[in-house]
């Protein structure tokens, strides 16, 4: 009696397993069970997609609009701006006059500014609760000086000085407050000259597109840099939009309607997403307990524990692909129903969490693609070379960052592409992907001929080197993966103890023909001695 019930319990546990190494379509047809998960999947494809799409558009006004208002900005504020800015700044002065004038101007235009503007612009109140603008000066304490002897003198110690100018204040003689005491500046002393100042713009555009416009805050800043005392002046103009809710919106029309059209469509996705989200969590969860029966099983029958391959085979790496999607489109889709009714202005975050979510939703197709033995090379292919792959990046990197270090420190100086460790790391991959090798080369400055002779002998040696071999050794282990991963289409795959127990009932139907079970073959399928030369992973 008891070595029937340990058979029963033996054959139970065998079906139990098939059927959940099964596709849905097999699935389907071997207990008519309706694949909601797919279903569902495919519905929420289609409308996530459709949600960060229109998403997008709104998002792209916004950023439209900033762009706009900064351009227009630049030319009302900055004197003489060609509409050009110069490297990292907008323009610069070479004299105490000119410095002035652009001082002056940025001043005047502000006072001006209803009357000149083309936007729709108003003044904001900065942090003191006033309507004005505010500028402050930094200088050292004692100023820098050239004795005869030709020594230098000067206490490192920086004064700030700060003044509010208010409408009042601008509304009366220029005079008055151009020539107070404050705007006698000593350039020998001076650091730098910083202006700032708020104003309130409204964007009009996305009521064609039926939206509740936006109400934007932009906080103002222009720098003169003197730091350098070089004899340029560098002008630079930052402006910090955010949005704020609108107050007394009274627009008539069909906009409301619309509002509420995308706040339904909006939750009906959070609703999909938390059914998906609840099915793939199930699934997990269903799939534990029957590797814990399994594992007890084959423990207490064969008296010996599963490798760890087989254990990993019960965790579905694409039902954790979907949770982390679902669950970063619900948070996402709170916070565009909040932006969308003016409750919260972070576009950002929404972008960020809306469109990892949808690439992480695209990539899962990939999972229904691989039922089919043709499309899942690149799945099988990846699977068997990323861990070689991930390796060898590691070594490479180390001379990557070698290459990053010494372009930067010797020819910072003397070319643009490498004046900072970011920009050098850009440049230096843009050479391995082929792009712009002449005008790395050619910018380079000829001031010191021992720099440029080194910096010939850099570019040859890492184009060569990361070209000519690194990039033919990556792609030689991806090669190599994908002939072995055709070998074993061809042959067979390894087989695993968990495979070996399921085809144990005498079934000639080959149940488990699921890609990922070659990878196994690194601690526990049963293989010749003969046959270690494909073994992918080591």
């Known amino acids: 009696m008891a070595h029937l019930d340990c058979e029963m319990k033996e054959k139970c546990l065998r079906e139990d397993l098939k059927f959940y190494f099964m596709n849905p379509c097999e699935k389907y047809r071997a207990r008519h069970q309706i694949p909601w998960k797919l279903g569902l999947q495919i519905l929420k494809i289609v409308m996530v997609t459709a949600q960060l799409i229109r998403f997008g558009l709104s998002n792209q006004l916004v950023v439209a609009f900033k762009e706009d208002n900064t351009i227009a900005f630049k030319h009302l504020f900055l004197k003489g701006y060609s509409g050009i800015d110069e490297d990292d700044y907008s323009c610069s002065v070479y004299t105490q006059e000119d410095a002035y004038e652009s001082i002056f101007f940025a001043i005047n235009q502000y006072h001006q500014l209803k009357n000149i503007s083309l936007g729709i612009l108003g003044y904001g109140k900065n942090e003191d609760n006033a309507i004005g603008l505010k500028v402050c000066k930094q200088h050292y304490k004692k100023g820098p000086m050239l004795p005869s002897n030709e020594t230098l003198s000067v206490d490192s110690d920086i004064e700030s000085d700060c003044i509010h100018l208010d409408l009042q204040v601008l509304a009366r003689n220029t005079q008055d407050w151009k020539n107070s005491s404050f705007f006698r500046l000593e350039f020998s002393r001076l650091l730098q000259v910083e202006i700032t100042f708020r ?96 594992l007890n099983f084959f423990l207490e029958k064969y008296e010996r524990s599963v490798c760890d ?42 972008s960020i969490l809306l469109g990892t979510s949808t690439l992480f939703v695209w990539v899962g197709v990939i999972r229904y693609l691989g039922y089919f033995q043709t499309y899942n090379v690149l799945i099988l292919t990846m699977q068997a070379s990323l861990p070689k792959v991930l390796r060898f ?45 002449f005008a790395t080369f050619a910018q380079i400055q000829q001031k010191s001929t021992l720099v440029w002779l080194f910096s010939r002998l850099y570019l040859y040696s890492f184009i060569s080197l990361f070209i000519y071999m690194i990039l033919s050794l990556f792609i030689a282990l991806i090669t190599d993966s994908y002939d072995t991963i055709k070998k074993y289409q061809q042959n067979g795959f390894p087989k695993t103890d968990l495979q070996d127990f399921l085809k144990e009932c005498g079934s000639k139907e080959e149940i488990q023909k699921e890609p990922s079970a070659f990878l196994s073959c690194a601690c526990c399928h049963k293989r010749k001695r003969s046959d270690d030369h494909l073994i992918l992973i080591s």
């Open 199 to 294: 104003l309130k713009g409204i964007d009009l555009q996305t009521i064609h597109s039926r939206e509740l416009p936006d109400c934007f805050i932009f906080q103002n800043t222009i720098t003169f840099d003197n730091k350098a005392h070089s004899g340029k002046i560098k002008i630079y103009f930052d402006s910090d939009a955010s949005i704020e809710e609108c107050k007394d919106l009274n627009i008539s029309g069909s906009i409301q309607k619309n509002t509420q059209y995308v706040l339904v469509f909006d939750a009906f996705v959070i609703v999909i997403c938390l059914a998906s989200l609840v099915l793939c969590t199930r699934s997990i969860v269903l799939a534990l307990r029957l590797r814990k029966r399994f």
């Open 309 to 350: 391959t087989d254990r990993w085979k019960f965790i579905n790496g694409w039902y954790v692909l979907v949770i982390i999607s679902d669950l970063m489109t619900i948070i996402g889709s709170i916070l565009k129903m909040e932006i969308k009714v003016k409750n919260l202005t972070n576009y950002d975050l929404c």
């Open 393 to 437: 990046c590691a070594c490479a990197g180390m001379i990557y960052l070698g290459y990053t270090f010494c372009g930067w420190i010797v020819l910072g100086p003397y070319h643009d592409k490498f004046e900072d460790l970011n920009t050098v790391a850009e440049c230096l991959f843009s050479l391995v992907n082929g792009d712009d090798m």
